[in-house]
């Protein structure tokens, strides 16, 4: 009999990528220490439990593939194989396979492949040192029983090496190894069923290693009434079994806790009593929870564009109510709108929140790429990543991905010089390539930076004259900010796109159109010889922002934060007239005054003579600029709403907000203002 | 108003080429619009201006959430309100996923027009704001302007 699988199956393939990047990052800096033990250990648990998904959902070419994969593993871990680099990219090459399996899994078009080669590849390494170990492995006698006598005997459950690697980890770990005898009701009809509901409280408990008879003749429903299971667990014991008897048609007949002593390969040896070195300390329990992967759900963006849209209106009634209160002078609707007020305040920060998610997700997807493009142009590169934990807006996540790739691969193909150069110039033989994220005030900086060649002028203006772009003469006298311009240039980089490498056919200036679709800006540094640096800036996200609120004559608008740098009061005698352009001087700096009224053409209620007058000093490009305003409202956090078509590039306005009394409220663009 | 010399029969089923309209009055005149293109007809509300604009762009509306252009005719076809402010209404039509208000003086009815009492514009009208209007339709003594929303508001 087989289970209907396909319900479990979303759960299997967003579990199988988990497991994939974890299997990916680790492998990477096993390759980097070949002798990391933990690294090595997260690899033997993530193929383990990919071994064991697979095998229950069916997919049997990827459980065989996985478990040749341990094999190897395990070898590399008891130390008689050393992860050189031809054994690292096996497994590599193994786990690439595996990726393309789960991918077929989740289009459909099932786990089924011929991994032969491969298979033939990870027994050839692990026959090249099985000859050396040959002599280990004669002292030990092959398991041969396999029945169920005597329950208390170790022994029967047939442990091999690999098993034994398990739990010595386990138990070096501090985890408990339970053996649980399982009986099921003999009356039961669908006994697989109850066998699979048994396995999967267990693994939230911990990691089944081994079962009597095997999980997948007990799939298949070829046991009598009862199955025997050796798990590793962070938890009591007892509470596990009794978690276990709360499955109907079930009942735990043994349960007990296993001494590291015993747990020898096939010794007959007794179980023993519970070991004092063994009662579970807390932090078996904080490591197990580490281990075990977060819970997600995955949903669609527009959902909780929709959402956020109810709280901001919400929001907005709250505030109706809220009048009322205040007109009325009803206590008891002051102090339920109070809880509103803290309840609606909660709900809006968790929507924005959900909203946010770390850099690492698409950072993770790098470390690979880089190592196979730098053995590509046999380069030698450290990669190494900073701020991952930095977070972003999810629709910024899901669009910075393609310019980075392009930056980095930009970085190795063009920046890192070769070996024999870098040696020339007295650099370090491996290049660096940093990609860093970080956060800083309402935006996040990400930067690619490489320690190669960097981009020489002369050679960037005279590609930019061959192009046509610039003439001979405009190229003499160009800063280096235009000349990094003429990077971004569509007309400039499509010789880049004949090279395989940074190719895709994708410039920098595509890249840089990405990131100022995304509100952001790119800019870059260089020196020759000393390396490059792309960054970044982006905004937290594209949704909320904090601004400034002011009001002139009866309109209010809303000035974003990021482009105010300070406000300030002056009297009118403070405001002095140079080629009749209104000026002020802040702090001995001149600056150009402009009246927010007749810029936006409000109409004037009369020509008030009051001395104090507020200036907000806002921030356009490298430039400051004082713009008079009547009153200042405050500071607030606001739900950016487009204008519509209708509306589209007004200069001097960005959005609008919906403000708390239910009215629209524009927000000034101060770049396109004046 | 008064339809009732219209035979029952056609109010319900309509030939494919009658139209199911909504009359409304801008100054004097009365216009009338595809009932299909029109979304909601509301009261007033607060509209914020959005300087730099045309004239006759009156401003933002806040609907339910959304942000909604109102414009105003009155200036773009050069006519003067008129009647009782009380009457004022925005109409927001939706067609081709824009959704835009207007303001118009009064809304009056939801009407049936029959294809064969339609005139083409150019036989009756012609003035600069010609292009906005699809025809004129011609109720009992009534001149109904169809306008042409598409028109209107490019």
């Keep these: 009999m087989k289970m209907d699988m396909s319900q479990y199956l979303d759960v299997f393939l967003e579990e199988s990528k988990e497991h994939l990047e974890n299997l990916n990052q680790k492998l990477l800096e096993l390759e980097k220490h070949p002798t990391d033990v933990s690294a090595l250990n997260e690899i033997f648990r993530s193929a383990h439990t990919l071994k064991g998904m697979s095998s229950t959902m069916g997919f049997e070419d990827l459980a065989d593939l996985t478990h040749h994969m341990e094999d190897i593993l395990s070898d590399l871990k008891e130390g008689m194989l050393a992860a050189s680099p031809p054994v690292v990219d096996a497994l590599f090459r193994s786990f690439d396979r595996i990726q393309s399996m789960i991918e077929n899994i989740e289009r459909g078009i099932g786990g089924d492949s011929d991994n032969r080669d491969l298979i033939g590849i990870l027994n050839g390494i692990k026959q090249g040192h099985m000859e050396a170990a040959a002599v280990v492995e004669a002292v030990l006698p092959e398991p041969e029983n396999h029945v169920l006598q005597h329950s208390q005997d170790i022994g029967d459950l047939g442990l091999n090496e690999y098993d034994m690697a398990v739990l010595n980890e386990a138990i070096n770990a501090h985890m408990r190894v339970v053996s649980i005898k399982v009986e099921i009701d003999r009356e039961c009809l669908m006994k697989t069923v109850r066998a699979y509901m048994v396995f999967r409280s267990l693994e939230e408990e911990g990691e089944v290693v081994k079962t009597i008879p095997s999980a997948q003749e007990i799939d298949e429903g070829k046991f009598d009434s009862s199955f025997r299971v050796l798990l590793i667990t962070g938890s009591d014991p007892g509470e596990v079994c009794r978690n276990l008897n709360n499955i109907s048609e079930i009942q735990v007949s043994e349960c007990e806790e296993l001494h590291p002593d015993s747990l020898s390969v096939c010794a007959p040896i007794p179980v023993l009593k519970e070991s004092e070195g063994l009662s579970g300390e807390p932090e078996a329990h904080d490591q197990k929870k580490g281990v075990k992967s977060k819970q997600t759900v995955r949903v669609d963006i527009e959902r909780l564009d929709n959402l956020m849209n109810l709280v901001g209106e919400l929001v907005m009634h709250k505030g109706r109510l809220e009048q009322i209160g205040v007109n009325r002078k009803i206590v008891e609707l002051d102090e339920t709108i109070e809880q509103i007020d803290r309840i609606s305040t909660d709900l809006q920060a968790v929507v924005m929140k959900v909203r946010m998610v770390p850099v690492e997700q698409v950072f993770n997807r790098f470390p690979r790429m880089v190592r196979d493009l730098a053995k590509e142009l046999n380069k030698e590169v450290d990669f190494i990543i900073e701020g991952k934990e930095t977070e972003l807006d999810r629709t910024v996540i899901d669009e910075i991905g393609d310019p980075l790739i392009h930056l980095l691969r930009n970085a190795i193909d063009h920046g890192i010089e070769s070996s024999q150069e870098r040696v020339v110039r007295g650099k370090p033989v491996k290049g660096t390539v940093k990609l860093r994220a970080r956060h800083e005030g309402n935006n996040v900086y990400i930067e690619v930076e490489d320690d190669g060649g960097g981009i020489h002028t002369e050679q960037v203006l005279q590609k930019a004259i061959e192009k046509g772009l610039i003439d001979a003469k405009e190229a003499e006298n160009l800063t280096w900010e235009e000349t990094a311009a003429l990077l971004f240039h569509s007309g400039f980089s499509t010789a880049y796109a004949i090279t395989e490498i940074s190719g895709r056919g994708v410039g920098l200036d595509v890249v840089k159109n990405k990131i100022e679709s995304l509100s952001g800006e790119i800019f870059v540094d260089s020196r020759p010889e000393q390396g490059t640096r792309f960054r970044i800036k982006l905004p937290l996200t594209l949704a909320i922002i904090q601004a400034l609120i002011i009001s002139v004559q009866d309109e209010i608008y809303a000035i974003p934060l990021s482009s105010v740098d300070e406000t300030t009061m002056i009297s009118s005698q403070d405001i002095k007239l140079i080629q009749n352009q209104e000026v002020i001087m802040l702090r001995g700096t001149v600056l150009p005054l402009y009246r927010l009224a007749s810029q936006l053409d409000i109409p004037a209620a009369q020509e008030s003579d009051i001395d104090d007058i507020y200036v907000v000093i806002v921030r356009k490009g490298e430039r400051q600029i004082g713009l008079v305003v009547d009153t200042l409202i405050g500071q607030q956090e606001i739900v950016i709403k487009s204008l519509g078509r209708l509306f589209l590039g007004i200069p001097g306005i960005a959005g609008a907000i919906v403000a708390g009394d239910g009215n629209v409220r524009l927000i000034l663009d101060v770049a396109t203002l004046f | ?154």
Excluded: W
Excluded at chain 2, 21 to 29: D, M, N, P, S
């Design chain 2, 1 to 154: 108003m008064d339809n009732t010399n219209e035979p029952e029969t056609q109010m319900l089923v309509d030939a494919p080429e009658d139209l199911q309209v909504v009359a409304f009055r801008l100054g004097k005149e009365e216009y009338a619009v595809n009932i299909l293109h029109v979304q909601e007809i509301n009261r007033l509300l607060n509209i914020t201006r959005v300087p730099r604009t045309e004239k006759y762009i009156k401003g933002v509306v806040n609907l339910r959430g959304n942000i909604v252009p109102v414009i105003n005719l009155h200036t773009r076809f050069g006519l003067l309100p008129d009647g009782d402010p009380e009457d004022r209404r925005i109409i927001v039509f939706h067609f081709d996923e824009l959704k835009v208000g207007v303001i118009v003086d009064e809304v009056s009815e939801v009407l049936h027009i029959k294809a064969g009492d339609i005139e083409e514009t150019t036989k009756v009208y012609d003035s600069a704001h010609a292009e906005h209007i699809k025809g004129v339709a011609k109720v009992d003594e009534r001149l109904l302007i169809l306008l042409d929303l598409k028109k209107t508001f490019e």
